[in-house]
């Protein structure tokens, strides 16, 4: 990696830290300066525009996310170890493993799902990739359930995790792990459960 690919992921890194802790609008030029030691046209030379800079910021949360997420469940049988694994994943996600505020997905949904634009569309496309990823697995998980029963699933499994992360993020409800652990074991049945 050249100094400057590195020195453009490190202000990818910081800005994703940042959306997850204050919105996608809450990150300036001069905050990701700042913080990176870097000149505001440092920041502004590797993306030429705040609008290119929030264009990749997207890209590569839908990337951190996969490859936290999906490619460690992807080798594993299609169905219900994979949402085990996908499950285990998301809360360790959701807690801030990955980035210090949470998810930072969830923060820029939220942030923009009235805003019409390319930032909203793109958001968009990686979210419908992975509700139909999640509808194939409860499709292995159940065979022969519909389309409709699948995308309920999936849509199920969301809700888990979307209730998951106010209990545990804004209630600092210390039951919201075993409770989303018992919402996910009804929704897949009970056998082979999660780790504790």
Same mark, same amino acid.
Request: charged letters at 25%; proline letters at 4%.
């Given at each position: 990696m050249s100094k400057g690919e590195d020195t453009r992921a490190r202000i990818l890194d910081e800005a994703m830290n940042q959306v997850s802790v204050r919105g996608m609008a809450g990150v300036s030029l001069g905050d990701l300066a700042t913080a990176l030691g870097l000149s505001k046209s440092g920041v502004l030379k590797h993306f030429?525009?705040?609008?290119? &800079?929030? /264009?990749? &910021?997207?890209?590569?949360?839908?990337?951190?996310?996969?490859?936290?997420?999906?490619?460690?469940?992807?080798?594993?049988?299609?169905?219900?170890?994979?949402? /085990?694994?996908?499950?285990e994943r998301d809360l360790a996600w959701t807690d801030g493993e990955s980035v210090r505020g949470g998810c930072p997905l969830t923060a820029t949904a939220i942030e923009l799902d009235d805003q019409p634009g390319p930032l909203r569309d793109k958001l968009k496309a990686g979210q419908l990739l992975w509700a139909k990823t999640l509808q194939r697995e409860f499709q292995a998980l159940r065979p022969g359930i519909d389309e409709e029963s699948?995308?309920?699933?999936?849509?199920?499994?969301?809700?888990?995790?979307?209730?998951?992360?106010?209990?545990?993020?804004? &209630? /600092?409800?210390?039951?919201?792990?075993?409770?989303?652990?018992?919402?996910?074991?009804?929704?897949?049945?009970?056998?082979s459960p999660t780790p504790a």
């Open positions: 030429q525009s705040m609008e290119a &800079l929030q /264009d990749a &910021l997207i890209e590569s949360m839908i990337a951190r996310f996969t490859a936290a997420i999906w490619a460690p469940a992807k080798p594993l049988e299609p169905g219900r170890a994979r949402l /085990d694994e996908i499950f699948a995308r309920t699933m999936a849509f199920q499994l969301k809700g888990i995790i979307l209730a998951y992360s106010h209990s545990r993020r804004m &209630l /600092d409800d210390e039951t919201a792990r075993a409770q989303a652990k018992a919402a996910y074991r009804s929704l897949v049945g009970e056998t």
